[in-house]
T-cell receptor
Framework: KQEVTQIPAALSVPEGENLVLNCSFT??????LQWFRQDPGKGLTSLLL?????REQTSGRLNASLDKSSGRSTLYIAASQPGDSATYLC???????????FGSGTRLQVQP | DVKVTQSSRYLVKRTGEKVFLECVQD?????MFWYRQDPGLGLRLIYF???????EKGDIPEGYSVSREKKERFSLILESASTNQTSMYLC???????????FGSGTRLTVV
């Protein structure tokens, strides 16, 4: 059964810092990996989707990489801002299942 | 943009009541999903549907059922609500297998 782990569970950084969030998964037979953002008490907003054949995806200040063979993905946030404060979740779609399996998230706080 | 609408943001129900949570999407997506989210446990899949009238159990289907009579609507039913079903319920849809998800804003259900 696929397991997804996110480290660290919580992170606090000063505004302007570049940061990396980590995601690892146990079964490398995946179709894709998706990063989401969740604000307190709200639903999830999709940030980036990486197909298994891709190495990375970029959107604005966000860059997500995927190393399928090692079961790892990173989300890089450049020049962090207080508005980036949220919980970031990664999720994988593996070949044995038709639904995403989620990590427990990294709670990010960017201090002004 | 795809919109996934959950009919209620907050619900309070009594133990033993039959509860209906409604989810509607407006972009002709094939797949729809129900997750629940609890602190420390992350998002867990309850049920999903890949076609009208088709459903498949997720990781925690006990105490729940679903209905998908029309493509755009996916309902989660708590047959007899219990206090351990107090949670945030999140609905999502995707165009098909191996595509990205779009989430609704969630329903926070409290069973008293």
């Amino acid at each position: 059964k696929q397991e997804v782990t996110q480290i660290p569970a919580a992170l606090s950084v000063p505004e302007g810092e570049n940061l990396v969030l980590n995601c690892s998964f146990t079964d490398s037979a995946i179709y894709n990996l998706q990063w989401f953002r969740q604000d307190p008490g709200k639903g999830l907003t999709s940030l980036l989707l990486i197909q298994s054949s891709q190495r990375e995806q970029t959107s604005g200040r966000l860059n997500a990489s995927l190393d399928k063979s090692s079961g790892r993905s990173t989300l890089y946030i450049a020049a962090s801002q207080p508005g980036d404060s949220a919980t970031y979740l990664c999720a994988v779609m593996d070949t044995g299942r038709r639904a995403l399996t989620f990590g427990s998230g990294t709670r990010l706080q960017v201090q002004p | 943009d795809v919109k996934v609408t959950q009919s209620s943001r907050y619900l309070v129900k009594r133990t033993g009541e039959k509860v209906f949570l409604e989810c509607v999407q407006d972009m002709d997506h094939e797949n729809m999903f129900w997750y629940r989210q609890d602190p420390g446990l992350g998002l867990r899949l309850i049920y999903f549907s890949y076609d009208v009238k088709m459903k498949e159990k997720g990781d925690i289907p006990e105490g729940y059922s679903v209905s998908r009579e029309k493509k755009e609507r996916f309902s989660l039913i708590l047959e007899s609500a219990s206090t351990n079903q107090t949670s945030m319920y999140l609905c999502a849809s995707s165009p098909g297998d191996h595509y990205g998800y779009t989430f609704g804003s969630g329903t926070r259900l409290t069973v008293v």
